[in-house]
């Protein structure tokens, strides 16, 4: 329910806006010649919260999100990274299915 509520631009915008808006869309730090990492800042503090909760919950239930997680894990890739990626993945899907209108599928083993 937070996200209808706490985004109604959610299927109105794209995949890397609404990850803006949301904040968990990595900026990176560069100014001439350094180069510094990437992090995600900014965004809907309430929404990226329940987001959170939900992609830790996802990674360990939901199977599509699992072996999302798995593959960055075995990538070399920090907790905190994959986490905020599943949130992202997470996210986009919504977006996409408040946008045509479907409601969830869940992908065949």
Not at 5 to 11: D, I, S, Y
Not at 20 to 48: K, N, Y
Request: net charge positive; proline share 5%; hydrophobic share 45%.
């Amino acid at each position: 329910m937070t996200p209808v509520v706490r985004l109604p631009e959610l299927g109105r915008l794209s995949r890397h806006a609404i990850a803006c808006l949301i904040g968990v869309a990595p900026f990176d730090d560069e100014s001439g010649q350094h180069t510094g990492r990437r992090a995600c800042r900014g965004g809907r503090r309430r929404v990226r919260t329940m987001l959170h909760t939900g992609a830790l919950a996802a990674a360990h239930c939901n199977p599509m999100t699992q072996a999302f997680c798995r593959r960055l894990k075995a990538a070399g890739k920090a907790h905190r990274v994959v986490i905020v990626a599943a949130m992202r993945k997470i996210i986009v899907i919504l977006n996409a299915m408040v946008r045509d209108g479907k409601p969830w599928e869940h992908a065949a083993a």
